[in-house]
């Protein structure tokens, strides 16, 4: 009887992790890679949401584009900041600029 229980709750524990994996997978933001010149126009961009200046946010996105089209920003990670930007514009300021600070916390910067 007690082995039954045994078997059972690691099975239990078992099905949890791996449910808990897949559930997690993918949820991490893009990685912005190794050019430093799309860091510093991340921080613009977050400047930008923080500060919600439209003015900043037009200009940091227009930047952000030429990197993406000039294969400096990985796609990817310019469509995840465009969405952020969409919700600035939408007026959820403030939700874009948190979504942001856990963007930027998430990046694995190669120089550091």
Known sequence: MDLKR???AGAVA????IVGAWLTWGTQPPQIGGD???????EA????????SEERLAKSEEQMHALRDAG???????????????DARAGQWKAATKQMFVFMKAQRRPDA
Do not use: C, H, N, R
């Not at 078992?14 to 992790?17: A, D, F, N, S, Y």
């Not at 430093?36 to 991340?42: C, D, M």
């Open 6 to 8: 045994i078997v059972v």
């Open 14 to 17: 078992g099905l949890l992790v």
């Open 36 to 42: 430093k010149e799309a860091y510093v126009v991340v």
């Open 45 to 52: 961009i977050f400047t930008a949401l923080s500060s919600k």
């Open 72 to 86: 400096k920003l990985p796609v990817p990670v310019a469509d995840y900041l465009d969405g952020m930007i969409k």
